[in-house]
């Protein structure tokens, strides 16, 4: 039932920003893990960054310092702030929730940078 849905992608040229969002369903927050992960055409889902229990963060290299994430209280809302932003970042990027050991997966939103 529970259920992610991601919005904010869009086109952006290089160096600009762009923020992601990703809206889950009903009136609770259940998970205990989020992440974003990104898929350019032709190549593997990678992980982007994470959101611990605790509030701790992890990002991937290719992005540390350039990408924010984080959450509110209130929305039940994981966002996926995008700063300086270089073509390579091109890709649908996915918002992933965990329960327990059970992972619950958006459709997606497609990010172009390009000038």
């Known amino acids: 039932q529970v259920q992610l849905v991601e919005s904010g992608g869009g086109l952006v040229q290089p160096g600009g920003s762009l923020r992601l969002s990703c809206a889950a369903s009903?009136?609770?927050?259940?998970?205990?893990?989020m992440a974003w992960y990104r898929q350019a055409p032709g190549k593997e889902r990678d992980l982007v960054a994470v959101m611990t229990l605790g509030g701790g963060t992890r990002y991937a290299d290719s992005v540390k310092g350039r990408f924010t994430i984080s959450r509110v209280k209130t929305g039940n809302t994981l966002y996926l702030q995008m700063n300086s932003l270089k073509p390579e970042d091109t890709a649908v990027y996915y918002c992933?929730?965990?329960?327990?050991?059970?992972?619950?997966w958006g459709q997606g939103t497609p990010v172009t940078v390009s000038s």
């Open positions: 992933k929730g965990r329960i327990g050991t059970y992972d619950v």
């Open positions: 009903g009136s609770i927050f259940p998970f205990n893990q």
